[in-house]
């Protein structure tokens, strides 16, 4: 792949990946002076915002209009969501898709896609999943614009059916989150172009001042926000807390989140049934899931990211964006975004007792906490703003199609 301009004044991150290699470039890629307007097509499967990857995609759809260019989203199901964008002026267009597995519903949902791209004559075609991959990609081939395919990967690739499926279907790119995300996604075939785009969240100016929960000023407060579902180990962290309640540190624990979309109902119900056999009761709030983690954050002395691994990790940055300092496992995308004993705690893995280890100098130092918690928040407002990811979104997207439209300039001399 041809190497690109970057920017380093700025300080933003952005990496690039050939079809076999994953090379860091400190800087941001250069939008060009002569871009012209981009019409992009975003294919969406999620009609609610209740986790990072929705985040992501609305932090850069709240920039849309500054951006210059020209964006559309297709829903495979109606909901709040796309209401909500469609009141804030975005088109949004709605393609019940139903589940992959029905072959009828598939065929039919490919072909009104290929009709509406057809009908819009996208740019660029953004695939927001490997599931909207699997209908994306052959209706972008059916219209005659394989060419014009990105799809996101929101997860470190495994062996998983979805992702080889969707990684054997036509893409100009692959975009990730963090380098051991394209790292793992080079190791599929056929390999195929990946772009590291790390996402980005607003700024907090100010803090909301509002304390939603009642808690005791004796002891630290470690919070942990996600889906309740066993890889974003909730349970470990339970498990850590005993362990550190143990040698005399004691804590109060705040969950933040639900079961959403049903994926995990018996690990959810788990939870508190486990806090109570560990001894913890009175000191674990189950908060359930909320519209806006935000005052629940600013409430923590410490939060932790327990997932191992964790593709990114958006609420690291929320985290720090509000002076709050992170722990996190030492793998997948935290591995980018925190520097060890600097902007906050990397775990060696996700066990209870490595988890309990990277907290335990937290809880002893009130001064060490504020200290990972200034820089962290340093470390965010130079790289990962929402103005940071929008820029390396628009830039990283009006890079491909100006190779397009400079590809069919060539076919047609």
């Known amino acids: ?53 929705e985040a992501m995609l609305h932090t850069i759809l709240e920039g849309a209009a500054e951006s210059g260019h020209e964006l559309e989203l297709v829903f495979f199901r109606d909901g709040p969501w796309p209401a909500e964008l469609a009141a804030a002026g975005l ?15 598939l065929a039919a949902t490919i072909e009104r896609l290929a009709a509406l791209f057809r009908a819009r004559r996208p740019d660029v075609i953004l695939n927001w999943a490997a599931k909207t991959q699997l209908y994306g990609a052959p209706a972008a081939v059916r219209a005659g614009m394989r060419d014009r395919v990105i799809w996101w990967q929101h997860a470190i690739a495994g062996r998983h059916w979805l992702d080889l499926s969707a990684n054997l279907l036509p893409a100009r790119a692959i975009a990730c989150y963090s380098t051991a995300a394209a790292e793992a996604q080079q190791r599929l075939w056929p390999h195929r172009r990946t772009i590291v785009i790390p996402a980005g969240a607003a700024p907090l100016h100010e803090r909301s001042g509002v304390a939603p929960l009642a808690l005791a000023h004796d002891v630290p407060v470690v919070g942990i926000v996600g889906r309740l579902q066993r890889w974003k180990g909730q349970d470990r962290l339970l498990e850590a807390q005993a362990l550190l309640r143990e040698r005399g540190h004691p804590l109060h624990l705040v969950i933040v989140g639900g079961d959403s979309y049903e994926l995990s109902p018996e690990y959810a119900a788990s939870l508190p049934e486990l806090a109570s056999r560990l001894g913890l009761d009175g000191a674990v709030t189950l908060v359930g899931e909320v519209a806006d983690a935000m005052p629940f954050i600013e409430q923590f002395d410490v939060l932790v990211n327990a997932s191992d691994p964790e593709p990114f990790g958006i609420v690291l940055l929320e985290a720090m964006a509000a002076g709050v300092p992170v722990v996190a496992v030492d793998s997948g995308g935290p591995r980018d975004i925190v520097e060890h004993a600097r902007t906050g705690m990397l775990a060696r893995s996700g066990d209870p007792a490595d988890l309990a280890a990277a907290l335990e100098p937290l809880l002893s130092s009130g001064a060490l906490r504020h200290e990972l918690g200034e820089r962290g928040r340093e470390r965010f407002m130079r790289e990962y703003t929402d103005e940071a990811v929008r820029s390396r979104f628009f830039a990283a997207l009006e890079s491909i199609a100006a190779e397009n439209r400079g590809r069919r300039g060539c076919a047609r001399r």
């Open 1 to 53: 792949m041809r190497e690109r301009d970057v920017d380093a004044e700025l300080g933003l991150t952005a990496w690039h990946a050939s079809e076999s290699t994953v090379a860091p470039s400190a800087g941001r890629l250069q939008r060009s002076d002569t871009i012209s307007r981009v019409r992009v097509l975003i294919t969406v499967p999620w009609w609610e915002r209740l986790g990072g990857a």
């Open 91 to 105: 088109r949004v267009e709605i393609v019940e898709a139903g589940r992959v597995r029905n072959v009828v519903r």
